[in-house]
């Protein structure tokens, strides 16, 4: 029998509102560009032929009310809030009518970007994974289960740093809706239970600094609450 060389530490589960089990990540995929002012403001269009994807570790998740050190290799950290969408069920090649079916629930997101480093992989027409995918990058907030949230309407989504409102939008701003995005991510994954997508932010990005905290909140949803330390 085959036994492991090292042992390697487990994601962490996201807790889940009024539950004592968590909820265990498996895969983490985020849309880009899915509110049409977040785009305009980084000088980009967004492309309304199909949504597009980038990826996180599930070692990069961090759970609200943490205190993490700010990010190694650059000067120029930027938060996004995000509504999260947990999935409970396989999908795939789901139709649009039939993607909600594998949802299980909701949550706050951030999804903390190495700008100055995502800039230069774009200049180079290379991948963003070392401005996307790094230890704390994915910070999420408790869960709330589907039927507890309702329909996916214009729910506020909003982030204060230091108790300044920088972001604030409706989930009814999104360029693709949920159902649409589990629809034709389905088609080159087999999703299902453990998977997350972050489903793209509102205007209002910025940059984070030692000693930022961040605030974020969806109607809804339970908040999620996040302080920067000092450098990693």
Same mark, same amino acid.
């Not at 999935?87 to 090649?93: K, N």
């Given at each position: 029998m085959t036994t492991p060389l090292f042992d390697i530490p487990a994601p962490p589960l996201v807790p889940i509102e009024g539950a004592a089990r968590g909820y265990p990540v498996r895969r983490i995929f985020c849309v880009g560009r899915n509110y049409a002012a977040h785009a305009a403001e980084m000088g980009n269009e967004v492309d309304r032929e199909a949504p597009f994807y980038f990826t996180k570790s599930a070692h990069a998740l961090c759970l609200s009310g943490a205190t993490i050190p700010y =990010? =190694? %290799?650059?000067e120029d950290c930027h938060h996004e809030m @995000?509504?999260?969408? !947990? $999935?409970? *069920?396989? &999908?795939?090649?789901?139709? @649009? *009518? %039939? *993607?909600? !079916?594998a949802v299980w629930g909701y949550g706050c997101g951030i999804d903390l970007t190495r700008r100055d480093l995502q800039g230069q992989a774009k200049d180079k027409r290379r =991948?963003?994974?070392l401005g996307k995918d790094f230890e704390n990058a994915a910070i999420i907030g408790a869960l709330t289960p589907r039927a507890a949230f309702g329909e996916i309407g214009d729910q506020a989504i909003r982030l204060a740093v230091d108790g300044r409102e920088a972001q604030a939008a409706r989930l009814s701003d999104m360029v693709w809706s949920v159902p649409e995005i589990i629809a034709h991510l389905s088609r080159f994954y087999? $999703?299902?239970a453990g998977d997350l997508i972050y489903t793209g932010t509102p205007a209002g990005v910025g940059p984070v600094g030692p000693g930022n905290v961040l605030e974020g909140e969806i109607d %809804? $949803? &339970?908040p999620l609450r996040v302080t920067i330390g000092a450098g990693a």
């Open positions: =990010p =190694p %290799g650059t @995000e509504f999260v969408v !947990a $999935l409970g *069920a396989p &999908a795939f090649r789901v139709s @649009e *009518a %039939g *993607a909600m !079916a =991948p963003w994974d087999h $999703l299902g %809804g $949803l &339970a």
